[in-house]
């Protein structure tokens, strides 16, 4: 939207709030910033926590056990997302994402307790492992309500731009999360509750500052039914406006595919490299970093000459390309050692990179494009069935990864679950071009 733009008539209750959409653009960036600071924090150290209460399990029993603790922060993403944003569009986006920044201090804070006992009570470990990624996928849950901020301060024209913002913001928590918690082990002596605490800490801020500062950008429709926030009649009325159902099937696959390496990356790097916890923080920061780079530098600009149909084209054959790497790394890690495995890093690091510029290309385009199709008045509804059919991905895509990570000893049957489901994802691009 340009300043110049008229504000919306007061007459028409559930029209965008157009002032000030800079201001609410900035700390949307800035509480999606500090709280995946949390997120990045956390996400290395779950596989390796949660090891420490299944050393008594086959090796296949623990590759479920991990992926169902990373797969349940997704479930719970996928039943929320869409009531979210609903409940966004009935009461403005403000409280929803004041209440999400609440649940993310608490249950970030839940994480470090459980983190903290030993292995004589891994029950209880366990049991609040889970209860805390439940509670963060809950409260994570408003990603679409933030979509949706953006979706109100911009114009159709601009809106690829304001969606690489989230991006860009996911990238820097990312890689600073990540870091933070490899300094912590230093200052903490090593304390497991550190991460968790610090998590807690930093969503904490994010909270005071959004209430502080956070204005409003939508002012509701409160004739909406409270009856229908978690209606799968609604959900089927999204998927079938024109082209939204194609475009958040191939965000569906394109996350699935991303995750299948996403959740093995920390088991990866310890199988291949022989890492531990402090070289793993510094792994998923370079994720982070690649990118924020991605998308804060390269897609930006890009866009700007470029259709979202065909960035999505770009960023399918980098992924295919990367994760294509990613299994040959894996192939060769499995076999006797070299003399010097420099090269083989190198390659791995190389992969990783190709892997996400693609997934930062194709992440903003598909969201700015189901933000065009969508109603106005529906939104933030539109942008919770998206992040809710991504999160199904995010579900099966660890939970199959880490799965078929230890089915078989060369490690590469999720890398090329991967690429299989991104033969999927070319079929269907015709059909964004044909329409669109």
Known sequence: MNPTDPPAAPTDPTA???????????????????????FGIVLPLLPRYAKLYLGEFPEWARGVAIG???????????????????????????????????????????????STLPGEQAALALALLFVSRVGAGIAGASVSTAAAVIAD????????????LIGVAFGIGF???????YLGFFLFDDARWAPGATAAALSLVALLLAVRVFPETYRGDPTAARKE???????????????????????FLVIFAFANFEGTLAVLTESAFGMGER????????????????????????VKTMSEERLINYGVSLMFLGLGGLAAVAWFSGREAPADPSGLKAGFYLALAVAVFGFAFVNPSVTALVSKRADPKRQGETQGVNQSFASLGRI????????????????????????ATLVLVVALLPRIRNKS
């Open 16 to 38: 965008p709030a157009r002032n000030p959409n800079q201001a609410a653009m900035l700390i949307v960036f800035l509480v999606v910033f500090i709280d995946l600071l949390g």
């Open 396 to 419: 099966l895509g660890p939970l199959l990864g880490l799965t078929l990570f230890y089915l078989e000893p060369s490690r590469t049957l999720p890398y090329l679950a991967g690429v």
């Open 153 to 164: 301060c911009t114009t159709p024209e601009k809106r690829s731009h304001g969606m690489a």
């Open 229 to 251: 926030w978690l209606s799968v009649e609604r959900t089927r009325e999204v998927l079938r406006m024109p082209l939204v159902g194609t475009l958040v099937l191939i965000y």
């Open 175 to 181: 890689t600073f999360g990540p870091l933070i918690g």
């Open 279 to 302: 070289d793993n923080f510094l792994v998923f920061a370079y994720v982070g970093f690649v990118l924020m780079v991605a998308q804060g530098g390269f897609y930006r600009r890009m």
């Open 68 to 114: 169902v603790l990373f797969s349940v922060f997704s479930l719970m993403q996928f039943v929320f997302s869409p009531m979210w944003g609903r409940v966004s569009d009935r009461i403005g986006r403000r409280p929803v994402l004041l209440i999400s920044l609440a649940g993310s201090v608490a249950f970030y804070a839940l994480f470090g307790l459980a």
